[in-house]
């Protein structure tokens, strides 16, 4: 490993005289192609200084007290850099100027110890407009990181100017590697260990952001809804067992709206409201993207809310937890012969694809009923929907052209 040098040179500004004729000596440090230049408070007169040999010339009836008091200024600044090196911590050129002057040198920040100041702010937020779920997955991605610099580094803690691109590359192979985990779900771990690095950045405990040459390795994920068969079985299959017929209630009913698990769990009559074209609208906030939703409530939907309709009760449908939801779905899978992985997601899928885009509702107006934050996303997500969409249309086309 090269070992960057340190360079130490006197300079003046002979244009720059005072009324005696004088100028100031001014020393410029070099380091790592930075530079930090300040006033040796010595004035000399710039015909006596001789810039090659770095000294005032012995013409000059002061050469003797100047050119000892440079000697001195230059040793101090070598052992603030030979101090510094020793502690072999990342340093910069400013570090060096300031340990010469005497000023005590800034702590070192390390990486898990930003991410608890991180967590910190964060946490204060939830129920504000940060969710709960939100700040434990940064804890997640936390103790990931911890066991990353045990792994390799054998120690607790790594110092976060010590972080470049061979730091987060290292620590993606170590999640893939030796955590077994999916390119899908590591994305989101470096996605939210790189908003830690930003908020380092932004509070200038790091000067260089390590992410500028990183590159993701993007994941095409299938969109997997129902299509209008197996919808039309599920909506007509009737269950003996109520938990059953309560959660393909549910489920159809999230088909023809939208709702992911936490707005369809919170839906209340309050979120009802009827609008100026005299249907029927659910008003909610989408805890995702914090972004009020305004759906229209298509008859499927209301079949099911009329079903579930209590005077005495404010929610609108049954409460159960997520987990419960998904392992019934999957009784009702084997049990109607659908073979897709049933999960309550594939309601709002299905939702945006079957209902909405298969009956060529743009999808500008899509995305705005699933609440995306932008529209990019609604189009990665559901692009190949659009097009094969078109491409039927097209053989329907080609049909009649013949």
């Known amino acids: 490993m090269t070992t960057i040098k340190l360079y130490i040179r006197f300079i003046m500004i002979s244009n720059r005289l005072n009324h005696r004729g004088l100028t100031v000596i001014q020393c410029r440090l070099t380091y790592n192609k930075k530079r930090k230049v300040f006033s040796t408070g010595l004035f000399v007169n710039p015909k006596y200084w001789n810039s090659k040999k770095q000294k005032l010339m012995e013409v000059s009836e002061q050469h003797e007290y100047v050119n000892a008091k440079l000697g001195l200024v230059k040793n101090k600044i070598n052992r603030a850099f030979l101090f510094l090196q020793v502690k072999e911590t990342e340093f910069n050129v400013t570090d060096i100027?300031?340990?010469?002057?005497?000023?005590?040198?800034?702590?070192?920040?390390?990486?898990?110890?930003?991410?608890?100041?991180?967590?910190?702010?964060?946490?204060?937020?939830?129920?504000?407009?940060?969710?709960?779920?939100?700040?434990?997955?940064?804890?997640?991605?936390?103790?990931h990181l911890k066991n990353y610099i045990y792994w390799k580094f054998k120690a607790y803690e790594r110092p976060v100017k010590s972080?470049?691109?061979?730091?987060?590359?290292?620590?993606?192979?170590?999640?893939?590697?030796?955590?077994?985990?999916?390119?899908?779900?590591?994305?989101?771990?470096?996605?939210?260990?790189?908003?830690?690095?930003?908020?380092?950045?932004?509070?200038?405990?790091?000067?260089?952001?390590?992410?500028?040459?990183?590159?993701?390795?993007?994941?095409?994920?299938?969109?997997?809804?129902?299509?209008?068969e197996e919808l039309e079985r599920l909506e007509k299959k009737v269950f003996k067992i109520k938990r059953l017929q309560v959660i393909k209630d549910c489920f159809i009913f999230c088909c023809y709206t939208g709702l992911a698990f936490k707005e369809m769990s919170n839906l209340k009559k309050?979120?009802?409201?009827?609008?100026?074209?005299?249907?029927?609208?659910?008003?909610?906030?989408?805890?995702?993207?914090?972004?009020?939703?305004?759906?229209?409530i298509l008859p499927k939907a209301q079949e099911i809310i009329d079903i579930y309709y209590s005077k005495d009760e404010e929610k609108l449908l049954p409460n159960i937890s997520n987990q419960k939801f998904n392992a019934y779905l999957k009784e009702i899978a084997d049990v109607t012969g659908i073979t897709k992985n049933l999960t309550h997601h594939i309601a709002r899928k299905t939702f945006a694809s079957n209902v909405l885009l298969f009956y060529d509702v743009p999808i500008e107006i899509v995305s705005e009923l699933l609440g995306h934050s932008k529209m990019a996303i609604t189009q990665q997500s559901y692009g190949k929907v659009v097009l094969k969409k078109v491409s039927e249309e097209m053989k329907k086309l080609n049909k009649k052209l013949k």
């Open 97 to 143: 100027y300031d340990h010469y002057k005497g000023k005590p040198l800034k702590k070192e920040m390390g990486i898990v110890e930003i991410f608890d100041l991180h967590n910190e702010r964060i946490f204060k937020l939830v129920g504000k407009e940060m969710l709960l779920a939100t700040y434990e997955r940064y804890l997640l991605v936390q103790k």
């Open 163 to 228: 972080l470049k691109l061979s730091f987060i590359n290292d620590f993606s192979y170590y999640l893939k590697a030796e955590k077994n985990m999916q390119q899908i779900t590591l994305n989101k771990v470096i996605q939210r260990f790189r908003k830690v690095i930003k908020f380092a950045i932004g509070h200038d405990f790091l000067d260089k952001d390590p992410f500028i040459l990183y590159k993701v390795k993007t994941v095409k994920k299938e969109i997997v809804f129902l299509n209008a």
């Open 270 to 296: 309050t979120n009802i409201e009827k609008g100026n074209d005299g249907f029927s609208w659910i008003k909610i906030k989408r805890q995702k993207t914090h972004k009020t939703l305004s759906i229209p």
